[in-house]
């Protein structure tokens, strides 16, 4: 058994802005993952028996392995209780897993590709909370989020929370390394990720985002310990230094002077102005900037799906897709800005249907 210190990643203050919500962003090697399911999960479940909601993406995620390892190599590496979780590896498939300890339900497995009916079909009796490990992906690999993700996720917090009978407030936990700042729950938040800061809290109304930075005195153990650390710099940003490195190379800018309103494009809900450079001078042809209820529109907007349909709204046909030429040519030689990151990956989005 290793002892626990006080170098890894502590919920304690996080929870002390008592939100709904709450959601980790770290480094790779804080322990957050490991925290959770000790600390919080597995030493409150001991004193309580309530169970808790554990959140993959996809049904493919639920394997043996990963639930082993919850035991093997967090669990009892902390403590002397050697448990053995049970279940079925029939229930794989359908993308709902009780997982027990000793014919006592210690958390349910559910993947959010599952058909929002069933989620909500899958309430425990008083839980304890909700978790999501490893929520953001990587841009960079072909991993994608799932459409109406952070519906799904508010849909089955509102469900789940009719049974909690604890104390305080009913909680869903989600930890991350931050391979990129956008993802559909930021999204959904309306997070200003420009004020979005590393080793500090971003509060809202019912939630609460730390990016949370390494213990001085652990950042120095793990660089002496692994070499990759030391010479390898755009992973040290990523895996020592908590960066988003996946945003880093992405145009972000201030409203620049002389830009005017040429067409509006509607995704996922969000209006976004395409401004155009009025002198025809500047390498950077256009601007994109999030629009608001303030902002005053007269033109068209251009729509990619049927849901996004609003008055005034238009979906692309190929004469449409015609007159996007130029913007689309500005995406590909990076001759545009951006307001924010999320603009940049909901627009790469929208490269791909042009």
């Not at 960079?140 to 519906?151: I, P, S």
């Not at 902002?295 to 251009?302: G, P, R, S």
Request: with cysteine; glycine share 4%.
């Amino acid at each position: 058994m290793i002892e626990w210190d006080n170098l890894h990643y502590s919920f304690r203050a996080i929870d002390g802005y008592n939100k709904a919500f709450n959601f980790v962003m770290s480094p790779r090697e804080p322990g957050k993952t490991t925290a959770m399911w000790f600390m919080k999960i597995y030493k409150q479940w001991k004193k309580n028996k309530k169970p808790w909601y554990f959140f993959v993406r996809n049904v493919n995620e639920i394997t043996e392995a990963l639930i082993d390892d919850i035991a093997n190599t967090i669990i009892n590496k902390f403590s002397d209780d050697n448990i053995s979780l049970e279940y079925k590896t029939g229930s794989f498939k359908d993308g709902i897993v009780d997982v027990s300890i000793k014919g006592q339900i210690f958390f349910r497995c559910i993947a959010l590709s599952c058909k929002l009916r069933r989620i909500k079909q899958s309430k425990l009796k008083d839980p304890a909370g909700g978790f999501m490990d490893e929520y953001i992906i990587d841009p960079q690999t072909q991993e994608k989020y799932l459409a109406g993700e952070a519906f799904k996720i508010k849909e089955a917090y509102t469900t789940f929370r009719r049974e909690y009978q604890g104390e305080g407030m009913f909680k869903f936990y989600f930890c991350a390394n931050p391979y990129s700042l956008y993802n559909p729950l930021f999204l959904d938040w309306d997070v200003d990720i420009n004020k979005l800061k590393r080793d500090s809290f971003y509060v809202g109304e019912f939630f609460v985002i730390h990016w949370a930075v390494l213990n001085p005195l652990l950042r120095e153990k793990l660089i002496q310990a692994n070499p990759l650390y030391k010479f390898d710099e755009d992973y040290n940003s990523y895996a020592v230094e908590g960066q988003a490195v996946q945003d880093a190379n992405i145009m972000i800018d201030k409203f620049p002077q002389g830009y005017k309103l040429q067409f509006v494009l509607r995704y996922s809900k969000i209006n976004i102005g395409i401004y155009r450079d009025s002198t025809y001078q500047n390498p950077i042809k256009f601007y994109a900037k999030q629009l608001t209820k303030k902002d005053h529109v007269e033109k068209n907007i251009y729509c990619f799906d049927f849901a996004d349909m609003i008055e005034r709204s238009i979906l692309l046909d190929r004469d449409e897709r015609l007159k996007l030429k130029i913007f689309k040519d500005a995406i590909r030689t990076r001759a545009i800005a951006f307001e924010n990151i999320n603009l940049f990956y909901i627009i790469k989005e929208i490269y791909a249907q042009l």
